[in-house]
């Protein structure tokens, strides 16, 4: 109902960002990963930074993610946790993002960052089929 409200208008403009940001997604890059890994003890917090490239992207157009979790016997992240960076200063067209976690195994405890796509009116970061990796 919401977006077919006032003649669809936040269904035009939802449709209108979705085209700007797969037309935008190409130049999204994170450009470096700041954080301990390795052996942590159980319950111990770990601080990463991302620098991520937007290119003629928004901050309100991404959201960027921490992904953590124990790493396997062949360097995969297994039983992983989620947590949201918070957005934390521009410099030179790269973006500080900041996030933490804590440690929910001991032992080899891994992590990465992800950047999807981010607006109100979107069911899931999935539906434009975008993400990048660090």
Known sequence: EALAADGHARAKALAA???RVIAGWGDV?????DGEDGVTDLGGERVVTAAVSLGRLSPADVAVELVHGSVGATDELTATGVVGMRHDGEDGGRHRYVGAFTCERAGRYGFTVRVVPSHPDLLTHAELGRVIWA
């Not at 890059?29 to 990963?33: D, G, K, N, P």
């Open 17 to 19: 960002w979705k085209e």
């Open 29 to 33: 890059r994170v450009e470096a990963l």
